[in-house]
């Protein structure tokens, strides 16, 4: 199983941005699949996920409103769509697949088995 995360890079606060996530050896709509965060000297935080249906997203606060998530099944690829970026949304970005597709949608880290290599996202002010 490989998840293979891009799109990410420099953006003024205010812009936007879309994350993409490859699967290869899962199929994407067999899963869970989320997005998660990492900023320099915090804890990995749980930003948004989609069930395996596609009928069901879950975001944090802190993103919704601004971020979407979506999918493509026959590209085997989900994606993260970042708008009105912030500073405070600068982080690694990893996207994760949660083998439980039909459970509820976990903020946790910890419910989630595969991951990928994660994007750098950084926001200037």
């Known amino acids: 199983v490989q998840l293979q995360a891009s799109g990410g890079g420099l953006v003024q606060a205010g812009g936007s941005l879309r994350l993409s996530c490859v699967a290869s050896?899962?199929?994407?709509?067999?899963?869970?699949m989320g997005w998660f965060r990492q900023a320099p000297g915090k804890e990995r935080e749980f930003v948004g996920a989609i069930a395996g249906s596609g009928d069901r997203t879950s975001y944090a606060d802190s993103v919704k409103g601004r971020f979407t998530i979506s999918r493509d099944n026959a590209k085997n690829t989900n994606y993260l769509q970042m708008n009105s970026l912030k500073p405070e949304d600068t982080a690694v970005y990893y996207c994760a697949a949660d083998r439980q597709a039909f459970s509820s949608i976990q903020t946790s880290r910890l419910f989630y088995d595969y991951w990928g290599q994660g994007t750098q996202v950084t926001v200037s002010s």
């Open positions: 050896g899962l199929t994407v709509s067999r899963f869970i």
